[in-house]
């Protein structure tokens, strides 16, 4: 019962002092501001706070409240915290902090999520599946535990259901959703902003590097996906970072061709990364992502193989076509 998870989760965080909270590694606009929330929370509960991320966090979010106190620094898990708490992340890989987890001397874990691929790794899990986004169930959190939502923290809930229901354009797109966004902006959350942050992030060098990838699109026949794919050297030509890619995927949404897009980006270590949609209701990319030890949502999914390109999509496409999960 979720009702019955937030409020336990809440009554550990009344008791307890000192917590730790994590955005996962490289962390969408869900993640961050699932933190940024929460540890406003914390704040006006008067509690000690870390906020943890394993990479550093885009510029981009740098208007969300506390979000530049995140540190990646490996030596704060040297501390015991009274609570550890995970957003946004179906697994402990996932959110990067595997390897520091296993040194903690009985963790106690919370889990906060809507991965439909998470694995309850917590000792408390809050996981809602059918909610829009983490901040989704940081709102119901909110509500259930009598949190006064202020105008700040009200920015970054809004903020995080903006980036992760792409701007209301996405499946994730539910009434409750936007009731809440409703909600939000009626205490204050500033809109403006968070579209000249969120919506307002293109220039022309990654326009261009769009360009390339549009180029490229293409339907794969035996799995009826459109697929396309980024190479290093597009994004050397183009001057665009990996982290300013990110919206391609979400873009590609709008295609009406095929049964899924499929987006394979080449990594700076030779690695192929696969980013997944469909707006099928009948396929379930969540399952597909599973087969390469990914995960995701149904209608959004990721993955990683080894590269290269030609050799990693080719794997991608007969492993699927094995697999039966696209007929
Ligand atoms: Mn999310």
Redesign the pocket.
Do not use: K, N, V
């Given at each position: 019962m979720p009702h019955r998870i937030a409020k336990q989760i809440h009554n550990e965080i009344l008791e307890k002092d000192n917590f730790l909270l994590v955005a996962h590694q490289n962390p969408?606009g869900?993640?961050a501001s699932s933190v940024s929330a929460f540890s406003q929370m914390l704040e006006l509960l008067g509690k000690k706070y870390t906020l943890f991320c394993k990479t550093s966090v885009s510029n981009q979010f740098e208007y969300l409240k506390n979000v530049h106190h995140f540190t990646s620094e490996p030596e704060i898990w040297k501390q015991k915290f009274g609570a550890i708490i995970v957003f946004?992340s179906g697994d402990l890989p996932y959110a990067g902090i595997d390897e520091f987890i296993t040194k903690q001397e009985n963790p106690f874990i919370l889990n906060i999520?809507?991965?439909a691929s998470n694995v309850n790794f917590g000792n408390l899990n809050l996981v809602r599946n059918t909610l829009s986004?983490?901040v989704e169930v940081l709102y119901n959190y909110f509500l259930i535990n009598k949190i006064k939502i202020n105008a700040e923290m009200a920015t970054s809930l809004l903020t995080?259901l903006i980036t992760?229901t792409d701007n209301f354009s996405n499946a994730a797109t539910s009434k409750e959703s936007l009731s809440m966004a409703s909600y939000l902006v009626n205490k204050g959350a500033k809109f403006k902003k968070i579209h000249d942050y969120i919506v307002l992030d293109k220039n022309v060098a990654i326009l261009q590097l769009w360009g390339i990838v549009l180029n490229r699109l293409e339907l794969h026949k035996k799995t009826n996906i459109v697929y396309t794919y980024i190479k290093q050297e597009d994004l050397l030509k183009c001057a665009v970072t990996e982290e300013e890619i990110g919206g391609l995927s979400n873009m590609m949404n709008h295609l009406k061709d095929g049964k899924a897009i499929f987006v394979f980006k080449e990594k700076s270590n030779g690695n192929i990364k696969a980013s997944t949609r469909t707006t099928l209701e009948t396929i379930d990319l969540s399952k597909i992502a599973q087969l390469f030890g990914g995960g995701g949502h149904k209608k959004a999914a990721g993955f990683e193989v080894t590269g290269p390109m030609t050799t990693a999509i080719e794997y991608v496409w007969e492993t699927i076509e094995k697999s039966n999960l696209i007929v």
């Open positions: 969408d869900d993640a946004d999520d809507h991965h986004s983490t995080g992760d």
